[in-house]
């Protein structure tokens, strides 16, 4: 069965860089999340989308941004990057209504230097 | 507020017996609940979930156990196997109109002695 496909799946920047990364949901899912990840912590909420919109944010700083294109991939964007900003980056999948199953992607981690 | 893990808490098991995995969850408002099974380096893969119109799920091998009254979930793995050693996280939703939200709670470690 196809899963969530992030990419890329390792990152390395340098400090003040600006990095992308990539989501596709699983066919079908028209809700995507995503959650950052620092070593020995639980995954913390950044956004999520519903059908192209937002639908909530959550401790997403405001250097980084997040939209959700009309195939429903989605793309996380920061930019200034900082130290800080090393850590692993999930997305996950839905299918629309609210309370059902989540699915998530083998994450980036993205290397900040 | 938010439940955010800043250490984590580990349970070691020996093989073939049973582990219990204890999550406290921050929104009494939350009515969806599930438990994830993480690797190291992977993503969070689900393991069984719960509505809180429920107060006890079964699946293969494991047991969701939800005590709304004390905001706690328990994940109950019979005949623990090596490879269920992993990270475990509870994450609780509430169906608010518009809002898609899953909060994660402090992981639990769970290390499976031979």
């Known amino acids: 069965a196809a899963g969530v496909i992030q990419s890329p799946r390792h990152l390395i920047k340098e400090k003040r860089e600006t990095a992308t990364l990539k989501c596709y949901p699983i066919?079908?899912?028209?809700?995507v999340y995503w959650y950052q990840q620092g070593p020995g912590q639980d995954p913390q909420f950044l956004i999520s989308?519903?059908?192209?919109?937002?639908?909530d944010k959550g401790s997403i700083p405001d250097r980084f941004s997040a939209q959700q294109f009309s195939d429903y991939h989605s793309e996380l964007n920061m930019s200034s990057l900082e130290l800080g900003d090393s850590a692993l980056y999930f997305c996950?999948?839905?299918?629309?209504?609210?309370?059902?199953?989540?699915?998530f992607g083998s994450g980036t981690q993205l290397s900040v230097l | 507020g938010e439940s955010v893990g800043l250490h984590l808490p580990t349970l070691s098991v020996q093989e073939g017996d049973n582990s219990i995995i204890n999550c406290a969850y921050s929104?009494?408002?939350?009515?969806?609940f599930i438990w994830y099974k993480q690797e190291s380096g992977k993503g969070p893969q689900f393991i069984i979930d719960?509505?809180?119109?429920?107060d006890k799920r079964q699946g293969q091998r494991v047991t969701v156990l939800l005590n709304k009254t004390v905001k706690h979930l328990s994940l109950q793995i019979a005949a623990t196997q090596p490879g269920d050693s992993a990270v475990y996280f509870c994450?609780?939703?509430?169906?608010?109109?518009?809002?898609?939200?899953?909060?994660f709670g402090t992981g639990t470690r769970l290390k499976v002695l031979a």
């Open positions: 996950a999948s839905s299918l629309g209504a609210l309370n059902e199953k989540l699915f």
């Open positions: 066919p079908r899912h028209d809700t």
């Open positions: 989308f519903y059908e192209k919109m937002q639908s």
């Open positions: 929104n009494s408002a939350s009515d969806y």
């Open positions: 719960i509505r809180s119109n429920m």
């Open positions: 994450a609780e939703n509430k169906a608010t109109s518009g809002t898609y939200k899953y909060i």
